[in-house]
């Protein structure tokens, strides 16, 4: 591996294979490029040693017929056109769409097993909620803008006008949020609210803030979204496990890493 040419450059200058691992590892990136690689390796295995990942040719054919219709590709010509811009031919495309089944497959079977005990164990972090906010830099500033709220005043005529959170040009609005993210004292308030209640004033690094509950999306297996979130997540960790199990040795220009 240590003078073979990897990259050529301007028709002469070469790095070698070793060279690249070498600038790699230089700038910190070769632990997640070698991740990269033994995650690819596990995968394929995988995939080769199971025969219940095998898929069937129809369920090929019917990714394609989706592909082309998503792609708008029902020509003959256009689709064509499309794989040469994707550097595939036939083939290759139905090998990816073969693998992308297969790894999907393997998603779920993990998920039959695994998935309702891991969903129950990160359902805090799964579960979701839509929040406005008012931040600013004086609890009895807060007070008096729950009063003005409470008056009838626009919560966000008021988040424009005193937040000092970047969100203020949104109204305040701070977004789909993930329950899990939020500070204790702010989930244990937004846990006994409902949607419209306003919550606060609360103490934030930055001062105080009131919190208007737009929506609370709890997290369901029901729901396709978080499904597919958990069938990521539990391959990740599959995958975490089986490298934690191989004796693993790199060669970079004749060094062991």
Same mark, same amino acid.
């Given at each position: 591996?240590?003078?073979?040419?990897?990259?050529?450059?301007?028709?002469?200058?070469?790095?070698? /294979? !070793?060279?690249?691992?070498?600038? *790699?590892?230089?700038?910190?990136?070769? $632990?997640?490029? +070698?991740?990269?690689? %033994?995650? @690819?390796?596990?995968?394929?295995?995988?995939?080769?040693?199971?025969?219940?990942?095998?898929?069937?040719?129809?369920?090929?054919?019917?990714?394609?017929?989706?592909?082309?219709?998503?792609?708008?590709?029902?020509?003959?010509?256009?689709?064509?056109?499309?794989?040469?811009?994707?550097?595939?031919?036939?083939?290759?495309?139905?090998?990816?769409?073969?693998?992308?089944?297969?790894?999907?497959?393997?998603?779920?079977?993990?998920?039959?097993?695994?998935?309702?005990?891991?969903?129950?164990?990160?359902? /805090? !972090?799964?579960?979701?909620?839509? *929040?406005?906010?008012?931040?600013?830099? $004086?609890?009895? +500033?807060?007070?008096? %803008?729950? @009063?003005?709220?409470?008056?009838?005043?626009?919560?966000?005529?008021?988040?424009?006008?005193?937040?000092?959170?970047?969100?203020?040009?949104?109204?305040?609005?701070?977004?789909?949020?993930?329950?899990?993210?939020?500070?204790?004292?702010?989930?244990?308030?937004?846990?006994?609210?409902?949607?419209?209640?306003?919550?606060?004033?609360?103490?934030?690094?930055?001062?105080?803030?009131?919190?208007?509950?737009?929506?609370?999306?709890?997290?369901?297996?029901?729901?396709?979204?978080?499904?597919?979130?958990?069938?990521?997540?539990?391959?990740?960790?599959?995958?975490?496990?089986?490298?934690?199990?191989?004796?693993?040795?790199?060669?970079?220009?004749?060094?062991?890493?």
């Amino acid at each position: 591996m240590g003078s073979q040419p990897f990259i050529t450059i301007d028709n002469s200058q070469q790095i070698s /294979l !070793a060279q690249a691992f070498q600038y *790699l590892q230089a700038a910190g990136r070769l $632990d997640g490029f +070698l991740g990269d690689i %033994l995650r @690819q390796y596990l995968l394929e295995r995988e995939l080769l040693q199971r025969t219940d990942l095998a898929i069937a040719p129809l369920l090929i054919e019917a990714a394609i017929a989706n592909l082309r219709q998503e792609h708008d590709l029902m020509d003959g010509d256009r689709f064509a056109a499309w794989l040469a811009s994707q550097e595939l031919d036939d083939a290759e495309l139905r090998q990816r769409l073969r693998r992308d089944l297969q790894i999907q497959r393997l998603k779920e079977t993990l998920a039959e097993t695994k998935g309702q005990e891991y969903f129950i164990d990160r359902k /805090l !972090a799964l579960d979701r909620v839509v *929040l406005s906010r008012i931040e600013v830099g $004086d609890r009895d +500033l807060a007070e008096e %803008l729950q @009063q003005q709220i409470a008056d009838g005043s626009r919560f966000e005529q008021l988040a424009q006008d005193y937040s000092m959170a970047g969100d203020r040009i949104f109204n305040g609005m701070m977004g789909l949020i993930s329950r899990g993210s939020l500070p204790d004292l702010v989930r244990a308030a937004i846990d006994v609210a409902a949607p419209g209640d306003i919550v606060g004033p609360l103490a934030t690094e930055q001062g105080w803030a009131l919190f208007r509950i737009e929506q609370i999306l709890p997290a369901s297996l029901d729901d396709s979204d978080v499904l597919q979130t958990v069938q990521d997540e539990l391959l990740d960790q599959w995958l975490l496990d089986k490298l934690q199990g191989l004796n693993i040795e790199v060669q970079v220009g004749g060094n062991e890493e």
